[in-house]
């Protein structure tokens, strides 16, 4: 009989246990689930801007968390090319599979779908480089386009044309707009972009031509008074699928994220124009 006591204290005991534990599914709270990963590979220079449409995919899908891998453009070929390669797996080894790619311009993402490294017809262009003039944002009056500093005595620094993509495409848009000669002993050569803000900074140069972006992340200490948006081929930047995607729809659903309204608001916020056609 006393046995048969103990054994009735520790039933209702070990139930109300169970109760406790199931209380949690009653109310829909239920044991936490871990967010899903979901990898971008791109290009280091692209970091800003991805920041902004991770944080900006996360807040539309909670479940969900995006980890940007940054590498340079043969890097991420020669990570892509390795991992679907292996014989263990299609895997990125530390932060598991690639879902997207991202590179810094499209030369690559045509190559990658030549050798059948992203999925063909999962390319969406979705931001492009813009040229602007900066001015030092202490400086209260400014010109405000190139017709403006022609007419003035303003000297425009602006990066070498044979050292970097800024260079090449600030070197056709004067040439094309006719600006290269009206601004003739006044331009400040640097050797990039870096360079520009360095000289306008300085006082060596009053006006400067960089890219958007790059105005952006000096927001504190330099001030956009134009964009330049005609005379030269602007470098677009797209995302495909990776061809072993481990989540295709959720994939698909980041693709299309990119056209909305709010990535677009948030690609000019961080300096880069959209494309008139974002997608293809």
Not at 33 to 58: C, Q
Request: a neutral charge.
């Amino acid at each position: 009989m006393k046995r048969q006591g103990r054994m009735n204290h520790v039933v209702p005991a070990f139930v109300c246990v169970a109760l406790l534990l199931a209380v949690p599914d009653w109310f829909g709270v239920g044991p936490a689930r871990a967010a899903e990963s979901f990898v971008i590979a791109a290009s280091p220079s692209l970091k800003g801007l991805l920041e902004r449409l991770g944080s900006g995919f996360e807040d539309a899908h909670p479940e969900v968390r995006v980890k940007l891998y940054f590498d340079s453009g043969l890097g991420l070929r020669q990570t892509i090319a390795g991992m679907q390669n292996s014989l263990v797996g299609q895997y990125f080894v530390g932060s598991g599979p690639i879902n997207l790619v991202a590179p810094g311009g499209d030369e690559l993402i045509a190559r990658l779908q030549g050798k059948y490294y992203v999925l063909p017809g999962t390319t969406r262009s979705y931001a492009m480089d813009q040229l602007v003039l900066v001015v030092p944002e202490s400086l209260v009056e400014a010109p405000e386009s190139l017709e403006a500093i022609a007419q003035g005595r303003a000297r425009l620094a602006i990066a070498e044309r044979t050292r970097t993509r800024l260079g090449e495409q600030t070197a056709d848009m004067l040439r094309a707009s006719g600006m290269g000669e009206a601004l003739k002993g006044r331009l400040d050569l640097a050797t990039d972009g870096r360079g520009v803000i360095d000289h306008v900074l300085s006082g060596q140069a009053d006006v400067g031509i960089i890219f958007g972006d790059q105005a952006v992340e000096q927001q504190q200490r330099l001030r956009v008074v134009g964009v330049i948006n005609k005379g030269y081929q602007p470098t677009v930047h797209s995302m495909a699928m990776e061809r072993y995607c481990p989540n295709r729809r959720l994939c698909e659903e980041f693709l299309t994220y990119l056209q909305t309204a709010e990535a677009q608001r948030l690609v000019r916020q961080a300096g880069y124009a959209v494309p008139t056609m974002s997608g293809r």
